[in-house]
C-alpha cells in the first residue's frame, strides 16, 4: 500500500511540475524542454518543447566536456552533421515532441562488413539540442547517448515454412539449443545466427551432448573414431563399420507424433457451427428440419438459459427459465405465433414429419408468475396477450427414425401493473410406442448416484402386461420453502437422503381434520406414484420378472383421534422410502448391485396452531394461515451376501491344517508342482520337484532305516 502511494505521489509530481513549467512558458512567451536532459540507450528518443514554438528552428551538434572547467558550452544554433536526425511534431498550441532518431545499423560487424557496429559499446557521445528563432538559441536539451550493439543475424531469415524431416530416419532437432530465432544464443556453437565474432566468445565453453548439437555422434564400436594409442589389440577384429545413419543416438528426441495446437478459453458466446446432413439419427446426433436447420428450443447450459439450443435424438430434458417481464415480450421464444411452431423435421429415414402443434390457454398463472413489483403510481396496465408459458415435445421414435412430434403449446395473459418474474417450462420426451425413451440406471447393475427407475403396470391395449416407468420422488422446497406439486427430486441409488418443505394450513382447515388428512397424503402418495421398482438398471418393461412389487406400509386408522378447533391428529406428514439391495455377482471386476425389496411408509404427527409469544392471530382469524412442514426420505440399507454354510465346531477349534491361522500349510505341501504355482514356467517347477522326489528316494534306500530293514532280512 506504501509502494502504491508513493508511485501515484511520484506520478502527481511530475505532471504538476510539467504543468507549471506549460504554464510558465506560455506566461513569460518562453520556450523550454521538458525534460531538459535525457539519457538515450536505443536508436530513439523524444522530449516535449513548451512555448511560443512558432518561429523556431532545431539544431543538433555534438558536444564534449570542456578538459579545464569540465562543462559544456553554451548552446549553439550552428548545425554539425551527426548520425542522429531531428524530427519535430506538434502536439498542441504551444506543445511540439521533438524525436531524434539514430540512423546507423546496430548490428555487430563481421569479416569485411560496414555500417555496423565494430565495438559492442556501439554509441558513447554526448548532444545538445537547441531551440534557435532568428539564429538565437532559446532553450537547449542534453542527450547522453550509451548505446550497445544488437545481436542479430547478418542475413535475416525468410518466412518460408520449414520443412521437417521424418524423424523416424533425421534428428528432427540438430540443433535444440538454438532457442531464439533470428539471434545468437550463448554457448551454442551449432546457431547459425552466431557470427564468427559472436562465436570466439564462448567457443571454448560450448554446450555438450544432444542439446548442444551433437545429436548423433559416432558411437565408440566404429571403426572410425577409436584412437590408436587406446586401441586394444582386439579391436580391429570386432570394430564395426556402419554408415552414420544407423547410430544408437538416432531419434533421441523422437516422440512419434504431432500434437495440433488446441484454441485457448474464451468468454464469448459460442457459435451453432453449420449443421451436417444425416442419413440415420444415432442417440445424442442434433435432430434437423427439413431446410437442414436445428430444431431448437431453449434449454440450460452452463447453468443459463439458451433460447436456441438444439434439440438431440433420444435426450430427454426438462428445463425452468426465469425472466424478470418489465414490458410485453415482442420476439421469441415468450412470444411465439402457431405457423413458427408448424415446422417440418428430417425424420431420419429420408422423408420429413409434421410437428402437430395444440395450443391450451392457461387461466391460473400461479404456478408461471412467482413474484410481482407493483408500482402504485402506474397509470395503466399493459395486458400482454398469448404469452408462451410452456412448450412440451412429445417426440415418437422407431429404430433410427422419427415417426411423429406433436407439441403443447401453453399460452397466457399476464397483466403488467410494474415487473413480474415469469417461469417458463421446456420438455422434450421421447416415447417409443407407449415407452418413454428414459436412460437406464446401469447395466446391468444399478450405479451409485443415478435414479432409481420406478414403474407402473401398463393397463392400455397395446402392451398389456407390460411396466411403464415412473420416477420416484423426494419433497423439494421452491424459493420459498413453499410445498409445490411439481418441486421434486429423483431418488438416487445408495444416497440416504432427507428433504421436505412447508405446508401453509389455516385454522379453518385445520378444523376439518378429515379433509386435511386427506390431502396431505394425497400429497405424499403423489411422490411414490410407481408400484414397481426395476431389479436392475436396466430392466426390460416386457418382462415382469425385472420387476419387484414395492410394499406400502399403511397407517392404522382405527385409533381413536381427538381433534379439537385448532389441532388434528394422524397427519401423515413423513414418508420414509427403505430400499433393500444386494450384490448379485461382478461384471470385469465391478460389482453389480441389485434392489431386493423396497418399502414405503408413513408418520403421523399432530398439528396444532401456534398462538403463543404474542402471535394469536392464527387462533382468532380462521383465515389466517400458519407453515406446517411435511418431509420425505429414503435409506439404502446393503443385504450381507451368503459366504455359506455355517462352520462346525470342529472347524473352528482344529487350526492345525488351517492355511490361513498357521504359519506352516501341510495341504501346500506341493503347491510348486501344481498349476496354481505360477513363479515359474510349469514343466521347470515339475522337473525340480521330480529331482527332489528321486534324491528322497535315494536317501531313504542308502539311509538307516533300509539298511536295518536289509539287517533284519538278513538274519531270517
Known sequence: MAHDFLVFFFIFRRLTCVLLLFSLAIAQNVVVFQPSSLTATGPSVSALLLGNTLDMSLTVRTVSPSNTTGNIGPPSCVTNVTQWVVTKEQVGKAAVRVQLRLDKNLRLCGENETDCCTDPLCVLETLQVSACENGTPQASLLIQAKIYALLVPAVAGSDNNTAIPNQAFQPLGSCPCDLTSRACDVRCCCDKDCSTEELKLFVSHCLLGPFGGQVSPSPEYQCSVQLTENSPDWFPFLCVNSPPENNPHLGLFYRGGVTKSKPGPSFESPALSAPVPVNVYIEGSPILTVTDEYLTIPQKVLGQCVNRAPVAF?????????TL?????????LQTQPPDLKIQVNNGQGGDVNVEVTEEVVTDLSQFITSANVLPAADESLVCENVTLAIDYQIYWKGNGITSINLTHFIGTIILNGSVTLTTRYSAVFLNGEFMGEPNSGNPGYQVGRPVIG???????????????????????????????????PVLYGENATSGCLLPVSGEY??????????????????????YVAKSGNPDPLTVADWVKISFVTLNSSTAMGNTRSSCYGIPYHQHIHVWSLITGMVDGVPQRNIHAVQVSYSSTTWTLDCGGGAVSPCVDSLETQLFPITSSVTFTDIPVNAGPPKTRFQINFTEYDCNRNDVCWPELAFPVTRYYTGEPYSQSLAQGLVLVFFFIVASILGTPWRQIRQAWNSL
Open 314 to 322: 433420444l435426450k430427454n430434458f426438462k428445463v425452468e427459465c426465469v
Open 325 to 333: 417481464l418489465n414490458t410485453c415480450p415482442t420476439g421469441s421464444p
Open 455 to 489: 414403474g407402473i403396470a401398463n393397463t392400455s391395449d397395446n402392451n398389456p402386461g407390460s411396466i411403464q416407468r415412473t420416477p420416484i420422488n423426494l419433497w423439494k422446497s421452491g424459493s420459498d420453502g413453499l410445498c409445490v406439486t411439481n418441486m421434486k427430486r
Open 510 to 531: 385445520l378444523a376439518q381434520c378429515d379433509v386435511l388428512r386427506q390431502a396431505v397424503r394425497s400429497l405424499q402418495e403423489a411422490l411414490t406414484t410407481a408400484t
